[in-house]
């Protein structure tokens, strides 16, 4: 970091900015000083807290007036250049011009994941909600999702500079810096999650690509080159770290990872599934959310740990009742609904993602003031109705992480016997354990009872009896039929 001229910080105000007529085709994108920002040009120094303060530590009252302004300008530009956006809003009734305040975005009508399918079978191959032509797409990932047809997430190549540079400001945010060796475990293809490692190269980390290779190997290139941070799921951290010292390896002590990036499950902000993986490594985790349709990481976790700072310049939240579509208030659980402020390639307005979230507004210790989500607490697909009270697999996860004679695994079986809901939970006890099994299963039942309100019989099976998931587990088996399927 003391190389002269490389990675001075040059203050915002005093850097580069082409004038409009030479930027990107998409004038309607250049907005507002504070959302229309050129990706940093190199890092600031190690020490300096924030990898871009002006933006990250504006009032909320500005976070808002750059918001609605980017939003203006990005409905705007929708209408005008994607066919699909032009005809939906046409039928609904609604105008760019008319959003005066965030609320008026309400009138505004959802897309889903049945509504990006449906029109890139219709208008192959990428749909068209896309409002660019295709010689200005440099990349795209893709998702299966539930249907098994993949759906095409394209970017321009201002669009994928703006999340590279989002995802610096986010590894930045979690103390990641240019002296740290950055072991990026997920493979590229078609998957979001891929190239996030250049977000930790452009930080100026060095980068290894291992990609999905064998955790044994992993461990080998992990010891090899001394990482000191890696990304992966929490399951796979907790496979991973498992393997090692059953391979005789203390993670402690031999490897030199101190921070580990989690996503794609809830465990990352789950404090005991947390914990657990700290414990297990000797390393901080941060746990990230990103989204396959839109961006890699929306939001992650600074070194306070104090839920996920979310990329507020990038992209607009609203968390809804998922009945009512009504907006719930902070702090409590409803359906997170997202509509994009930059992405040029193909916008999106108010799409539903499924993922039940809450969100707080109320200040981070670290000063930025960016909204944070505190959790994906599961998705709509994922959530029981037991006996009609909702249950999601994380609040079991709460209580079976937090015990020390558990293993941790767990499963949950659902059946409807005699059309009533019976709930079984499978736990592992630890090796060792002495205890009685009745006593365990009687403690987890009653902490589920004062948690979540829900009544099951806990079945304690000895250790290595479930299934082990390398990557995203598979935490419920549903065995009603018709119901949820
Ligand atoms: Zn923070």
Redesign the pocket.
């Known amino acids: 970091m003391t190389r002269p001229g490389i990675n001075r910080y040059i203050p915002r105000s005093r850097r580069f900015r082409p004038p409009p007529e030479a930027a990107a085709p998409f004038s309607a994108r250049r907005i507002s000083p504070v959302t229309d920002r050129n990706p940093t040009p190199s890092p600031p120094p190690a020490s300096q807290a924030y990898w871009d303060p002006e933006l990250e530590t504006q009032s909320r009252a500005s976070w808002r007036a750059s918001t609605l302004a980017a939003l203006r300008a990005h409905l705007r530009f929708a209408a005008a250049n994607s066919p699909f956006y032009r005809v939906h809003f046409a039928a609904a009734g609604v105008r760019a011009d008319d959003v005066e305040t965030l609320a008026d975005l309400r009138r505004f009508p959802f897309i889903d994941k049945t509504v990006l399918r449906d029109r890139q079978l219709a208008k192959p191959p990428f749909g068209d909600l896309c409002a660019t032509p295709e010689r200005d797409i440099v990349y795209i990932s893709a998702s299966s999702g539930s249907t098994g047809v993949p759906t095409a997430s394209p970017f321009t190549a201002r669009d994928f500079d703006d999340w590279i540079d989002y995802e610096a400001r986010q590894f930045w945010?979690s103390g990641l810096r240019p002296e740290d060796r950055y072991c990026h475990s997920l493979n590229f293809s078609l998957f979001v999650g891929g190239p996030c490692v250049l977000g930790a190269q452009k930080l100026g980390a060095l980068s290894i690509h291992a990609g999905t290779v064998p955790s044994e190997r992993l461990l080998s290139i992990l010891k090899q080159f001394q990482a000191t941070a890696i990304w992966t799921t929490p399951s796979y951290a907790w496979h991973l770290g498992e393997t090692a010292v059953n391979e005789g390896v203390d993670p402690k002590r031999e490897l030199a990872v101190k921070r580990i990036f989690v996503a794609g499950e809830p465990g990352g902000s789950i404090p005991e599934t947390r914990r657990r993986i700290e414990d297990l490594w000797g390393a901080s985790v941060y746990d990230y959310y990103g989204l396959s349709d839109i961006f890699g990481s929306c939001a992650g976790?600074?070194?306070?740990k104090?839920?996920l700072?979310w990329a507020e310049d990038h992209i607009l939240l609203e968390v809804l009742d998922p009945d009512t579509q009504e907006p719930v208030a902070f702090g409590e659980r409803g359906e997170l609904v997202l509509t994009t402020l930059k992405k040029a390639a193909r916008p999106m307005v108010r799409f539903r993602t499924g993922d039940i979230v809450s969100f707080t507004e109320a200040p981070?210790?670290?000063?930025?003031t960016s909204l944070?989500m505190q959790g994906v607490h599961g998705r709509l697909d994922d959530m029981l109705i037991i006996k009609g009270v909702n249950l999601f697999p994380s609040d079991v996860e709460a209580i079976v992480r937090k015990d020390v004679e558990l293993t941790g695994e767990y499963r949950l079986v659902v059946e409807r016997i005699e059309h009533i809901d019976r709930l079984t939970i499978e736990i592992e006890h630890v090796r060792g354990y002495n205890g009685r099994t009745e006593a365990l299963a009687e403690r987890i039942g009653c902490h589920l009872k004062a948690l979540t309100g829900v009544s099951a019989i806990v079945a304690v099976l000895p250790p290595d009896t479930l299934p082990r998931a390398t990557h995203k587990a598979k935490r419920v088996e549903d065995r009603r039929t018709g119901v949820w399927s």
């Open positions: 945010s976790m600074c070194e306070e104090d839920g700072h981070c210790r670290c000063g930025r944070r």
